[in-house]
């Protein structure tokens, strides 16, 4: 018989979620352990697995929507149930009307899923629109973002249950109509891919454009506003000589395929530091202080969706192999938003590199809850002076943001001490 799909709480004291992605269609028979829906949290996007094998029988939930948790968002079971079962099953809900979507019968579904695939199959001609009589169906998000970008729905090609248009729709051909611009040779040329309808900004004839950000840039942008606002940063900087550490580097990379970056070592050094010093291996708990015993540090990554810190467990412990391995397991989910929840919770430090661009130094914001995060810039050769003698040396800047609640001045200090003489004697990360 069939059964209600909810909203799962996919992370601790989440309330809600939103329906990211559907990633089976309807009536399609899936496997246990087959990820059937994406949700996407205000850190990640997680795939919601199914515990048995089945089918999606109805939406009650439109991709885009946000979701309380708890909340009915699909119906499913066998392939084979009746129309009036699902119909009876959903009146038991007592949904408001207007939101779920499919909520007719099946045979209505399949009524208005003629003139949907009618203007599709139209639209591959440049023939269908509105006007004409063709119906399109489309989910909020993506009727959003068309909105948005002046793209009309009519020139899209939906990939969804019953052809309808999604998201990942849209953003193909907003894709395409970029691609067809840059082969013209100038922004005259855009157009969608019925050649009909210009891609245009928001605001016709003004030199910007209003992108809309993500919900994950949207909670990042919050995150640290709060951190500033509330965790008093002090700053520590300091330089350290990189040459010993770069040739540790090679002779760990030589013959191999390890591939161990420099911030791998870094993150290597960070750990050691923390089991010296342990007295930065904290969090503020607003009416005690949490004392971690293991180094978790967390990695910021950079995604065209926004800033994520994975979080890598058990630093101190692990070989340098295995965190590098780890580390760009880490770095590869978080480009493709299949990170999960547990990966991005926890630690007390966070690891940022901006050394790859050729930065030499900056100072970043605390990544809450953590007690601290260490930035780190460029390895360059410039004058250094050892022992009265002027020379040139690798020389890297390091600058330490330090919450003052949890952390004193003097212990933030003993730290950096203690991190710098590790790298420079890099042996040590090893140890």
Same mark, same amino acid.
């Given at each position: 018989m069939p059964e209600i799909l909810r909203m799962p709480e996919v992370a601790a004291n989440t309330t809600e979620a939103v329906v990211s992605s559907w990633n089976v269609d309807l009536n399609t028979p899936y496997a246990a352990g087959e990820a059937i829906v994406t949700v996407e949290t205000e850190k990640a996007a997680v795939d919601i697995e199914a515990e048995t094998e089945g089918a999606l029988l109805r939406l009650l939930a439109d991709e885009g929507q946000t979701v309380a948790v708890g909340s009915p968002i699909a119906v499913w079971g066998s392939p084979g149930e009746t129309p009036d079962a699902v119909d009876a099953l959903v009146a038991t809900l007592d949904l408001p009307t207007g939101i779920t979507t499919g909520a007719g019968s099946d045979d209505e579904r399949r009524a208005e899923a003629v003139p949907a695939e009618s203007a599709v199959a139209d639209r591959g001609a440049g023939a269908?629109?509105?006007?004409?009589?063709?119906?399109?169906?489309?989910?909020?998000?993506?009727?959003?973002?068309?909105?948005?970008?002046? @793209?009309? @729905?009519?020139?899209?090609?939906?990939t969804g249950p019953n052809q309808s248009i999604r998201r990942r729709d849209v953003e193909a051909a907003l894709a395409a109509a970029r691609s067809a611009e840059a082969a013209a040779g100038g922004p005259d040329a855009a157009a969608s891919p019925s050649?009909?309808?210009?891609?245009?900004?928001?605001?016709?004839?003004?030199?910007?454009?209003?992108?809309?950000?993500?919900?994950?840039?949207?909670?990042?942008?919050?995150?640290?506003?709060?951190?500033?606002?509330?965790?008093p940063h002090f700053y520590l900087r300091g330089t350290v000589r990189v040459d010993r550490l770069l040739d540790v580097r090679r002779e760990l990379n030589d013959g191999t395929q390890a591939a161990i970056s420099l911030n791998d070592l870094v993150v290597k050094a960070v750990a050691v530091a923390h089991s010296r010093v342990p007295g930065l291996n904290v969090r503020w708990n607003g009416d005690s202080v949490r004392q971690y015993?293991?180094?978790?540090?967390?990695?910021?990554?950079?995604?065209?969706?926004? @800033?994520?810190?994975?979080? +890598?467990?058990?630093?101190?412990?692990?070989?340098?192999g295995k965190l590098a391995e780890r580390t760009r397991d880490l770095i590869r989910r978080a480009h493709d938003r299949r990170l999960r929840q547990h990966e991005l919770e926890g630690g007390s430090i966070t690891v940022t590199n901006l050394g790859m661009f050729g930065t030499e130094e900056f100072a970043a914001i605390i990544n809450p809850?953590?007690?601290a995060i260490l930035a780190v810039g460029a390895a360059s050769?410039?004058?250094?002076?050892?022992?009265?003698?002027?020379?040139?040396?690798?020389?890297?800047? @390091?600058?330490l943001s330090v919450d003052h609640r949890p952390v004193?001045? +003097?212990?933030?200090?003993?730290?950096?001490?203690?991190?710098?003489?590790?790298?420079?004697?890099?042996?040590?990360?090893l140890a």
């Open positions: 269908a629109s509105p006007a004409n009589g063709g119906r399109i169906f489309a989910s909020p998000i993506a009727r959003k973002l068309a909105a948005e970008a002046g @793209l009309d @729905l009519a020139a899209v090609v939906g050649s009909d309808h210009a891609v245009e900004p928001a605001t016709a004839g003004a030199e910007f454009e209003d992108v809309p950000i993500s919900r994950m840039r949207q909670a990042v942008a919050r995150r640290l506003v709060d951190s500033k606002h509330s965790a015993r293991q180094a978790d540090i967390a990695v910021a990554v950079a995604t065209e969706h926004g @800033l994520v810190t994975p979080v +890598v467990r058990g630093v101190d412990t692990m070989p340098i809850p953590h007690a050769r410039q004058p250094h002076v050892v022992d009265g003698e002027l020379g040139v040396a690798t020389i890297m800047r @390091l600058c004193d001045g +003097v212990t933030a200090a003993e730290w950096m001490r203690e991190l710098t003489g590790i790298i420079e004697h890099s042996l040590q990360i």
